[in-house]
Nanobody
Framework: VQLQAYGGGLVQAGGYRGLFCGASGRLFSTYTMAWFRQAPGKEREFVAAISWSGERTNYAASVKGRFTISRDNAKNTVFLQMNSLKAEDTAVYYC??????????????????WGQGTQVTVSS
């Protein structure tokens, strides 16, 4: 499984940005997909996840109500809409795939496949 994340860039605080993640593989519609982020000097942290069908979503408390995760299984794509961005949202954002389709733990170790990351910088 290969993942390619893109859409990062510089945005002002209070603004919005959308991130895309394209995935290879004909079994994409069976994967749990997620976004994580890593700020300088910090550990990689969970941001949002979406179940294989798109019916279930889960968000970190820090982004709930501001970020929305969605997917298009026909296009093997996951999307993260980020609104009301804050300086503390500055990080490298990674998309990740759990090919088992599990929905239990939203931690780095549950996801075997990762994209290369895309930088989001929010200026205050």
């Amino acid at each position: 499984v290969q993942l390619q994340a893109y859409g990062g860039g510089l945005v002002q605080a209070g603004g919005y940005r959308g991130l895309f993640c394209g995935a290879s593989g004909r079994l994409f519609s069976t994967y749990t997909m997620a976004w994580f982020r890593q700020a300088p000097g910090k550990e990689r942290e969970f941001v949002a996840a979406i179940s294989w069908s798109g019916e279930r979503t889960n968000y970190a408390a820090s982004v709930k109500g501001r970020f929305t995760i969605s997917r298009d299984n026909a296009k093997n794509t996951v999307f993260l809409q980020m609104n009301s961005l804050k300086a503390e949202d500055t990080a490298v954002y990674y998309c990740a795939a759990d090919t088992r389709g599990s929905w239990a733990r939203f931690v780095v170790s549950e996801y075997a496949y990762w994209g290369q990351g895309t930088q989001v910088t929010v200026s205050s």
